[in-house]
């Protein structure tokens, strides 16, 4: 079964037209890179997905089902790390696990357990996250996405605004999870390194359509380019 | 679902709990200031009383007779009484206002001998305002006290001995006065030993005191929802509250039911503090008012009280229900804020027009304008409960019903559709961004 089928997607928002007929699959425990620049259309692609937005016209469908006319069942199966997440300032990193923890799961120590390793943050978990940097932020919103084990994590810029150490740490913990649990992992960047880095497969995304799909590999061979970057840029024709 | 809106419930009121701006504002502020309010007035208003009990009386005393010095020794009992010598009022006034005192009596020429004829008398009182405060105004009205005191002792001891001359055996406070008046008043079928003034005076205090509980009760519950909502898009935190497996119903009502719970705790905090400054400025409900008000049967019944309950309830669930829907559309908690400030306007109208009249003595255009006003509803329910008057509040309920489903389905709608992500207002415009 695809874990995401997405068929002639479009999406206006008045006469603003930001996907315009976008098709792709993702299969099941796979992870799967939207490449683009700003403005191609990802973030209201996962947006879809995710179940915040509804297609104009078109159909996604998530595990088979329509995320329009079964979005609460959609909701079970996804976890989603928007690019400008936040996190509730006034409650405490471990308070903020467990509240997400206890719609998903009747043991909600265990799945705090797991989200407690994934996000590092140790002792600093007690504090209130307004007291958190940016990257701390960022790897206790990784840590609430992942720890729910959802069939289909859905990554928003995952490293967005985070420095090289931390950026280096996050990319890490996604493959390192993907590996170890083998779920299925849909991303987004403009990032081209980490996407090479971190997906098995890719679809290229430039003014509302995909362009080109397939894994890094094969991207660079059929452009003849050295990275994703050129492959991009050739694919775009700006190259 | 119970879990999930329990779960809820708790974070929103954690958050809101522990914002020091919401904390200190609305919990602890009213706590502290109120009673600061009113214990400060309180001392001032003990000192006016200290300055007027114990007065410094200047007395120019042109006349110099036997009556006028009767007069000064009347004064002399309790008050510190100084005379001023000078040849003439101008020369008196002169002295007068380079001296402490602020009250200057005089009592010119003539005086002993047009009250020894029996004829009426001319005082002139001179107040020098120099400081503008009450103490200075409540000293003139306590001198014009004593000297009403003194013509009253004067004119009963001429009554006696016009009577005694007559042979009359009358008693001379008969003479003066011969109608004594005492009222009684008749409420709901029960006779009290009570002026109407007083049974008025507690019926304007429920009047005054729960509408003005509820205005603000709803007041502090529109900033609770609004600043909630506004929290998640400030803190970029309503993306994934949208997403997680909770039902949009069970998110919405976990903001209304947060947002209550932190508006009654506010609430209650500005009574505590309001009753607080009230009693201690203005003794603004007595005991004996209170017991009158036990007899008279003006307390809510069981039923009353749970109309009350119903009542609030509902109006609470529309300024939420209102709030949600407008501060969706703000993108931070101050644009929340001031898009909200458009509810006060309705909630305020009624409870300050109704606080001082009855709908149905309004204008007719006024009247339905004013019943158009959710808001009024409650406010005609809360008077109508106190006077055991049912059908009324029925009818408020009812009326408070229509509205608020009306509005709780708007909200619902919004909550459902994507709106709420991607609707806002900026420069009073609905752009859409994705």
Not at chain 1, 112 to 136: A, F, H, P
């Amino acid at each position: 079964m695809k874990a995401v089928e997405v068929k002639g997607l479009i999406k206006r928002f008045g006469d603003f037209e930001a996907l315009r007929g976008c098709s792709f699959n993702v299969d099941e425990g796979e992870v799967f890179g939207l490449i683009g620049p700003n403005g191609a259309g990802k973030t209201t692609t996962l947006r879809i997905i995710a179940t915040l937005l509804r297609p104009t016209s078109g159909s996604v469908k998530v595990f088979g089902l329509d995320v329009e006319r079964r979005a609460d069942e959609v909701r079970r199966m996804i976890s989603y790390l928007p690019e400008e997440a936040g996190a509730y300032g006034n409650l405490s990193g471990e308070e903020y696990l467990r509240f997400i923890a206890s719609f998903y799961s009747d043991d909600v120590e265990e799945m705090v357990e797991e989200g407690r390793r994934i996000s590092g943050l140790g002792e600093r978990l007690r504090d209130r996250i307004k007291t958190y940097s940016r990257g701390m932020v960022r790897r206790l919103l990784l840590a609430r996405t992942l720890m729910t084990s959802p069939r289909l994590a859905i990554l928003d810029e995952p490293t967005s605004g985070l420095d090289v150490i931390y950026a280096y740490e996050v990319r890490r913990l996604i493959k390192e999870y993907a590996e170890e649990r083998g779920i299925t992992i849909l991303l987004s960047s403009h990032n081209m390194l980490e996407v090479e880095y971190l997906c098995d497969r890719v679809a290229l995304i430039d003014g509302g359509v995909i362009i080109e799909e397939g894994s890094p590999g094969e991207l660079r061979e059929h452009y003849g380019a050295e990275n994703l970057e050129e492959a991009f840029m050739e694919a775009t024709g700006r190259g | 679902m119970a879990k999930a809106l329990l779960t809820l419930i708790s974070k929103e009121v954690k958050e809101l709990l522990r914002d020091p701006k919401i904390l200190i504002g609305i919990i602890v502020m009213p706590l502290i200031l109120f009673p600061a309010m009113g214990s400060a007035i309180g001392v001032s208003q003990r000192a006016v009383s200290r300055a007027v009990r114990r007065m410094a009386i200047a007395v120019y005393d042109e006349d110099e007779g036997s009556a006028s010095q009767e007069l000064i020794e009347f004064l002399s009992k309790d008050n510190d009484v100084f005379i001023i010598e000078a040849e003439n009022l101008d020369e008196a006034l002169r002295r007068f206002m380079e001296a402490e005192s602020s009250i200057l009596l005089y009592i010119p020429d003539g005086y002993s001998e047009r009250m020894t004829s029996g004829e009426r008398c001319m005082l002139r009182i001179y107040v020098h305002l120099r400081r503008l405060n009450m103490a200075e105004t409540g000293k003139a009205s306590s001198v014009e006290q004593l000297l009403t005191m003194y013509g009253e002792e004067c004119s009963l001891r001429r009554i006696r001995r016009i009577l005694e001359e007559a042979g009359e055996e009358l008693q001379p406070e008969a003479v003066r006065r011969p109608i004594s008046i005492s009222y009684a008043s008749i409420l709901k079928g029960v006779v009290l030993d009570v002026p109407p003034g007083a049974i008025f005076g507690i019926i304007m205090s429920q009047n005054i005191m729960l509408p003005v509980m509820i205005m603000m009760m709803n007041v502090f519950a529109v900033q609770m929802a609004a600043t909630s909502i506004a929290l998640e898009k400030e803190q970029k935190t309503l993306e994934t509250l949208m997403t997680l497996p909770i039902g949009r119903m069970t998110i919405l009502a976990g903001k209304l039911f947060g947002s209550i719970i932190i508006a009654i705790a506010g609430a209650v905090s500005y009574m505590i503090g309001f009753s607080y400054y009230m009693r201690s400025t203005l003794g603004f409900i007595p005991q004996l008012t209170i017991e009158t008000l036990k007899e008279a049967g003006l307390r809510l019944s069981p039923l009353g009280l749970t109309l009350l309950g119903v009542i609030i309830f509902l109006t609470l669930l529309l300024s939420l229900a209102l709030s949600l829907s407008i501060a969706v559309f703000a993108e931070d908690v101050r644009g929340a804020q001031s898009l909200v400030g458009l509810i006060y306007i309705p909630i305020m109208i009624p409870s300050i027009i109704l606080m001082f009249t009855d709908v149905d003595m309004l204008p007719a255009g006024l009247r339905w304008l004013m019943l158009i006003i959710p808001y009024t509803h409650t406010v005609i329910a809360s008077k109508a409960l106190f006077l055991g008057r049912y059908t009324p509040v029925l009818l408020a309920v009812a009326c408070m019903l229509v509205f608020t489903t009306i509005t709780l389905y708007i909200t619902t709608r919004i909550f459902s559709t994507e709106r709420i992500i991607t609707a806002r207002i900026r420069r009073w415009r609905l752009r859409y961004g994705g």
